[in-house]
Each structure stands twice: as structure tokens, then as C-alpha cells.
């Protein structure tokens, strides 16, 4: 299974296994890591579950569509190039390592 990496708020890494077509939210919820609120429930509605995408993986996602833009726009940490919602993120065999870095606070 692909392992995603976490950069926790401390700076501490939190790195799980995920299955693979789950998104990075849920396997965030499901190995209750701190930071990632997702009040939405992953329905791409809230942005509590933004994260900051590492640079060496922003390339292999596919580019945020027109709602996730426009909420990337209102998330409570500074918007980056890497930044992303993570229910927004599916898991494939080719994010194997993913790591991502959770803001500081999300609202």
C-alpha cells in the first residue's frame, strides 16, 4: 500500500499507509491525524481539510478543478502553490510517499 507522509503542525511526520482510491482526507481521519478538521466530510465544500502538497508531488496531481479553486482562495493559513484540499487528493500507487505539510490552522 502507498505510504503518505504528514508534517504535523509541531514539525513532528506522521506516515501512514493508505489504500489506494481513498483520498488523503480519509486516511487522515482514519489514522486521526491532528490538523486536518474536514468539517465537510470530504463533500469539497468547508476547506478545513487544506494542505500544503510537497513540490516534488504537486506534478502528479491533477490540477484543482473550479470549486476547489475558489475554496482554496478562503482557507484560513496562506494559500501556496502546493496548496490543495486533501479530500480532493485520491490515492495511487504513483503517490506511494506523498507528503504533505498541515497549516497551522484551518478556520
Do not use: W
Request: proline content about 6%; overall charge negative.
Amino acid at each position: 500500500m502507498p505510504t503518505i507522509h504528514y508534517i504535523l503542525k509541531d514539525g513532528s511526520t506522521r506516515s501512514v499507509e493508505a489504500k489506494p482510491g481513498a483520498s488523503v482526507m480519509e486516511t487522515a481521519i482514519r489514522n486521526n491525524i491532528r490538523g486536518i478538521d474536514a468539517e465537510c466530510g470530504g463533500s469539497c465544500s468547508c476547506a478545513t481539510c487544506h494542505v500544503y502538497v510537497e513540490d516534488a508531488f504537486v506534478g502528479l496531481l491533477p490540477s484543482p478543478d473550479e470549486m476547489e479553486d475558489e475554496l482554496l482562495d478562503g482557507t484560513a493559513s496562506e494559500r501556496t502553490p502546493g496548496s490543495r484540499l486533501s479530500c480532493q487528493i485520491t490515492i495511487t500507487a504513483d503517490l506511494d510517499g506523498l507528503t504533505v505539510r498541515v497549516p497551522q490552522t484551518q478556520s
